[in-house]
């Protein structure tokens, strides 16, 4: 073997084994002292960041996000909004104008860094929008601990997206992602992405925060409060002694997560409640007529917690608050910001199911929703929908808590917009493309599990995925090794059409023939995705007998499902559009036979799927 061969099968195989390099995970701890001007909604800040570079690299800069700084005329997040016009997030603009652009000079959002250093030496940094770059005076080596501090000043801005200034339903502060906020690095680099207007993402630290704020404010937080004796609002025997400037001073700590966000207000009442087996739960928010509902959602919230906690793992912090505070709701660590006041109880309480169970995907498995926003929004939005199903049940009994979602998706496809999922999150050309290459797409991906593998299996996977990544970082590779390797099945083929592509899913009843005794069914793949396909049949004494026609690229077929037993068939190649097959009923016997009879296949022409036999 030539020098020169031996030196290309190293390097491929260097490619293959390491495509992902070791697992690691950095760590921060911020140590947080802030001091509020809620007259003039600004604040001043200090912190020391203790940073652990956990990753084989030598660390030569570091960044940090500075999400306020998109609060602006001109700022990236306008000219994005302005670019996208009526197509854009509808939040951002009015009449397809953006409203960022009508900022007043004294209500934009700022965060004015004084200085950086790093064991005491004074460092140079860069501010690129809402990226600040800093370059080291010594580079922090693998596996050691380096420590910066540093001061700013920030201006709270006009709340025109989840943070800022007097929102619409009258709260003073919605404090989130408001501090200068350390970017994750890991095998992928630095996590850098420009603050346009959806996600984030950041290492996982630890928080021990002090908010010196005038005497009358209640806070509401992601976090426990050690001295709830010396505030307003959380114990009945608070003694609340302000010094010389008329504030007091709120100590709050939370381990291991990826942020801290709280809000503030003068009205703001705090109640408490415990999940049997669960978290301590508080809700912060301004109580009248048109919160009327967040004392009935009470029950709802507790059984929220104990399916997820049953269904998908256990809630890893002590507590979990809803605040009102924010437009529409966004989840961050042991905290939601959502709007207070709901048409319904029904409406109140999906906010507080969707945005909590974002707890599970965006704070505790913790995904790079800049990058992968489908399996934060779709995972969560998926078990929005199993548990939503179960608090309220539609008035007529359906099995598939799925069907709005499907039927959502399908008429979507026939506006002819639809982008892919594996799009970075900030990078859609449309807002409502967004939407459903993201939540609704991510959604049904696991729908679309569930029926190749069956639901048991996939119930399976989610939970030894859950046990394997909490507090990791996974992506979507972790997640379809674990899907794999539990169901036994290769679907790599299955993300790849869903998550990559625009491409649809389209299955046909072609053709029946009946002879004597027997009926020969031939189906047709109409559509660009391949899958494996679940026919039934319905006798005429109203029996169903169900078939599996399995794809040949799963290699391994579901051996069961909850909609009931089936027998299995031989499997279709993906590359051959029709399938011809013979079932042993006669004509006289059968009232029905279709394809999907459970509902769960996303095929965007359903009506060709089924055939009645008069």
């Keep these: ?129 809402t990226i600040m770059k800093v370059t080291l005076d010594t580079p922090v080596k693998p596996n050691s601990t380096s420590t910066f501090t540093m001061e700013w000043d920030a ?26 906020k350390l970017a994750e690095y890991d095998y992928d680099g630095w996590a850098t992405f420009d603050y346009i207007g959806r996600e984030f993402h950041a290492p996982f630290a630890d928080f021990d925060i002090n908010i010196k704020i005038d005497r009358d404010y209640v806070i509401g ?45 003068r009205d703001y009442t705090v109640e408490t409640f415990t999940v049997l087996d669960g978290p301590k739960i508080f809700y912060v928010y301004q109580k009248s007529d048109k919160t009327k509902f967040w004392e009935e959602s009470k029950p709802y919230v507790e059984k929220f917690f104990q399916l997820m906690n049953s269904s998908l793992g256990r809630y890893t912090y002590p507590s979990y608050s809803f605040v009102q505070g924010g437009d529409g709701g966004m989840e961050y660590g042991m905290v939601t910001m959502m709007l207070g006041e709901a048409r319904t109880l029904e409406d109140l309480v999906g906010l507080m199911v969707h945005e909590g169970g974002h707890s599970w995907n965006q704070q505790i498995m913790a995904y790079n929703e800049s990058v992968r926003p489908w399996m934060d929004e779709g995972f969560t939005s998926y078990y929005d929908s199993r548990i939503m199903h179960q608090l309220f049940p539609p ?24 982008e892919p999922a594996v799009w970075l999150g900030d990078h859609h050309e449309n807002g409502t493309a967004y939407s459903f290459a993201t939540y609704v797409k991510g959604e049904l991906f696991l729908v679309q ?7 048991d299996t996939l119930n399976s996977v989610m ?29 790599k083929w299955f993300q790849h059409y869903w998550i990559n592509t625009t491409k649809t899913i389209d299955y046909a009843v072609k053709e029946v023939k009946h002879d004597g005794n027997t009926t020969t069914v031939t189906l047709e793949n109409k559509g660009g995705i391949p899958m494996p396909v679940d026919f039934s049949v319905l006798t005429k004494d109203n029996k169903v007998v169900n078939y599996q026609i399995p794809l040949n690229m799963t290699h391994t077929w579901k051996s069961k499902d909850i909609y009931g037993s089936f027998t299995t068939l031989n499997y279709w ?42």
């Design 573 to 614: 190649p993906w590359t051959q559009k029709e399938y011809t097959f013979t079932i042993p009923y006669s004509k006289a016997q059968i009232s029905a036979l279709g394809i999907d009879f459970s509902q769960r296949l996303a095929d965007v022409n359903p009506a060709d799927n089924f055939i009645e036999i008069k």
């Design 221 to 265: 937080a992601g976090g426990t409060l050690l001295n709830p004796n010396e505030v307003k609002g959380y114990s009945p025997n608070a003694s609340v002694k302000a010094g010389p400037d008329n504030k007091v001073t709120w100590r709050w700590n939370a381990k291991n997560m990826l942020d801290f966000a709280w809000a503030a207000d």
């Design 449 to 455: 599990l569930g029926y190749i593998m069956g639901e």
């Design 463 to 491: 939970k030894e995925f859950y046990n394997q990544w909490k507090l990791k970082h996974p992506t979507d590779r972790d997640f379809m090794h674990v899907a794999q390797k539990v169901s036994g099945m290769d679907l």
């Design 1 to 129: 073997m030539s020098k020169r061969l031996i030196i290309v099968i190293l390097f491929f195989g260097a490619l293959v084994s390491g495509q992902q390099g070791p697992y690691y995970q950095q760590f921060a701890k911020y140590a947080m002292d802030i001091d509020v001007d809620a007259a003039n909604f600004t604040y001043n800040g200090k912190q020391t960041i203790t940073y652990t570079n956990n990753s084989p690299d030598e660390l030569k800069v570091v960044y940090f996000h500075l999400y306020w700084n998109a609060f602006k005329p001109g700022s990236m997040m306008d000219q994005r909004t302005q670019n996208l016009g009526k197509n854009g997030d509808s939040r951002l603009q009015k009449g397809g104008v953006s409203t960022l652009a009508s900022i007043p000079k004294s209500e934009e959002g700022a965060q004015n860094i004084h200085w950086i250093r790093q064991n005491g030496k004074n460092l140079k940094f860069e501010i690129q929008e």
């Design 155 to 180: 201006v709270i801005p006009m709340q025109i997206r989840r943070a800022g200034r007097n929102n619409r339903e009258g709260i003073d502060m919605t404090m989130t992602q408001w501090y200068p």
């Design 395 to 418: 008035e007529k009994p359906e099995p598939n808590p799925f069907l709005g979602s499907l039927n959502n998706y399908r008429n979507f496809v026939k506006r002819g917009i639809e």
